[in-house]
């Protein structure tokens, strides 16, 4: 059975840092492609980091130079540092793990975690 479990959600000042983690069971997250979601109240979930299984990595303009994802293959977990929050990137903060094989995509979601950053 497949698992990802975010942890690391809480309350900040903005300025803060928080870390994400995304331990991931029943898969191998270096062979996905793990993405960081987040969804505001009354917003479309947005993708904000992803990492490939080559390493590379990609961010949303709006987090870009506050936001760094990385993998620990020993770990099986995926991290999301976020660095001088501010009170817009407040949302539940999802992880995602992606593939596709030749039967279709295959798609995993953890049950989030809540960012709540204060002015």
């Known amino acids: 059975q497949v698992q990802l479990v975010e942890s690391g959600g809480g309350l900040v000042q903005a300025g803060g840092s928080l870390r994400l983690s995304c331990a991931a069971s029943?898969?191998?997250?270096?062979?996905?492609?793990m993405d960081w979601y987040r969804q505001a109240p009354g917003k479309q979930r947005e993708l904000v980091a992803h990492?490939?299984?080559?390493?590379?990595?990609n961010y949303a303009d709006s987090v870009k130079g506050r936001f760094t994802i990385a993998r620990d293959n020993a770990e099986n977990t995926v991290y999301l540092q976020m660095n001088s929050l501010k009170p817009e990137d407040t949302a539940v903060y999802y992880c995602?793990?992606?593939?596709?094989?030749?039967?279709?995509?295959?798609?995993?979601w953890g049950q989030g975690t809540q960012v709540t950053v204060s002015s």
């Open positions: 995602n793990a992606v593939r596709g094989t030749s039967y279709g995509k295959i798609d995993y």
């Open positions: 029943g898969i191998v997250c270096s062979s996905f492609t």
């Open positions: 990492i490939t299984p080559g390493g590379t990595t």
